[in-house]
């Protein structure tokens, strides 16, 4: 099942077994595009028909656990053309923004009603998409220095992602919208303080207290684990969290329609003028003595 930027990894305990699923991309920090994700997908849809797989841990190779969605890829992913003058592509219809929006939030309701149990291992950056399969996981262990928060809310996004109540839900509606409108990284022991993670640890001890913990998962009965997944379902579902998915989706194709007043700063016109490397940068720099 691996492939050259999927690993798969089965590891057999006498009472059942562990996936780890790693991330392979550390030269884009592990971002998600279309065709990494779909791998993803195809690689859960394995681990739940593999009746010996009691646990599985999504991880990343390099720096990062995963930067998030490729922002080289935004809005060209909806058909939009490369947005410049002499491009007579027509804007993306609604059609084909809902459409790519819905798959990813599905994408996302997969890992979070997987009937495994699921252990995100986090280092370095867990930035918006990636942040979104941490909080869709049952639990996730940070290193201590890792980096987590929103940053792709600084292109405008203000508040609008895919997973919003499973965050409130986590940490509280005030931080949520603290992290979310400021965009600002917090490190793995700040994230476990407020509850975005379960545990923080030293960087050279989260392989092994990760493998524990999944190795723990397996002492639980097959049976046992399916019929726990499925109750959580049932409590997500009459607290509202399950309705995250569709709010996220359809938030996420709005904000795709934003108009931009001038001098307000416009991700895409700087993206398609100056570069990806540049727009970010400018991006973050007008926080800067800000948002600390």
Not at 87 to 94: G, I, W
Request: charged share 30%.
């Amino acid at each position: 099942m691996s492939t050259e930027t999927l690993i798969y990894e089965k590891e057999d305990y006498e009472e059942g077994s562990v996936v780890t699923l790693t991330m392979n991309k550390p030269e884009t920090l592990n971002a998600l595009n279309i065709e990494f994700s779909r791998e993803i997908d195809d690689a859960l849809t394995k681990v739940e028909q593999d009746d010996d797989v009691k646990a599985v841990v999504l991880k990343g190779s390099g720096k990062a656990f995963s930067a998030g969605y490729d922002l080289g890829r935004v809005y060209f992913v909806y058909g939009g053309g490369s947005g410049k003058p002499e491009d007579k592509t027509r804007r993306p219809s609604q059609r084909s923004r809902l459409a790519y929006d819905r798959w990813r939030a599905e994408s996302l309701r997969k890992i979070f009603l997987l009937d495994k149990i699921t252990i995100a291992q986090v280092h370095g950056y867990c930035i918006g998409g990636g942040l979104y399969m941490s909080l869709c996981c049952d639990l996730t262990i940070a290193a201590e220095d890792a980096k987590l928060g929103h940053s792709e809310q600084r292109l405008g996004f203000a508040g609008a992602m895919y997973v919003f109540p499973i965050e409130v839900m986590l940490i509280g509606q005030k931080k949520a919208r603290e992290l979310l409108l400021t965009g600002k990284l917090i490190d793995g022991k700040e994230a476990e303080r407020i509850g975005l993670v379960n545990h923080a640890v030293p960087a050279d001890k989260l392989e092994a207290e990760t493998k524990k913990l999944a190795q723990s998962m397996t002492l639980l009965p097959r049976d046992g684990i399916a019929i726990g997944k499925a109750c959580a379902r049932l409590a997500y579902d009459s607290m509202g969290l399950s309705s995250a998915f569709g709010q996220g989706y359809l938030g996420h194709t709005l904000f795709t329609n934003v108009r931009y007043e001038p001098g307000e700063f416009n991700f895409l016109k700087l993206r398609r003028d100056a570069g990806i490397k540049e727009a970010v940068k400018e991006r973050d720099a007008r926080y800067k003595g800000l948002v600390d």
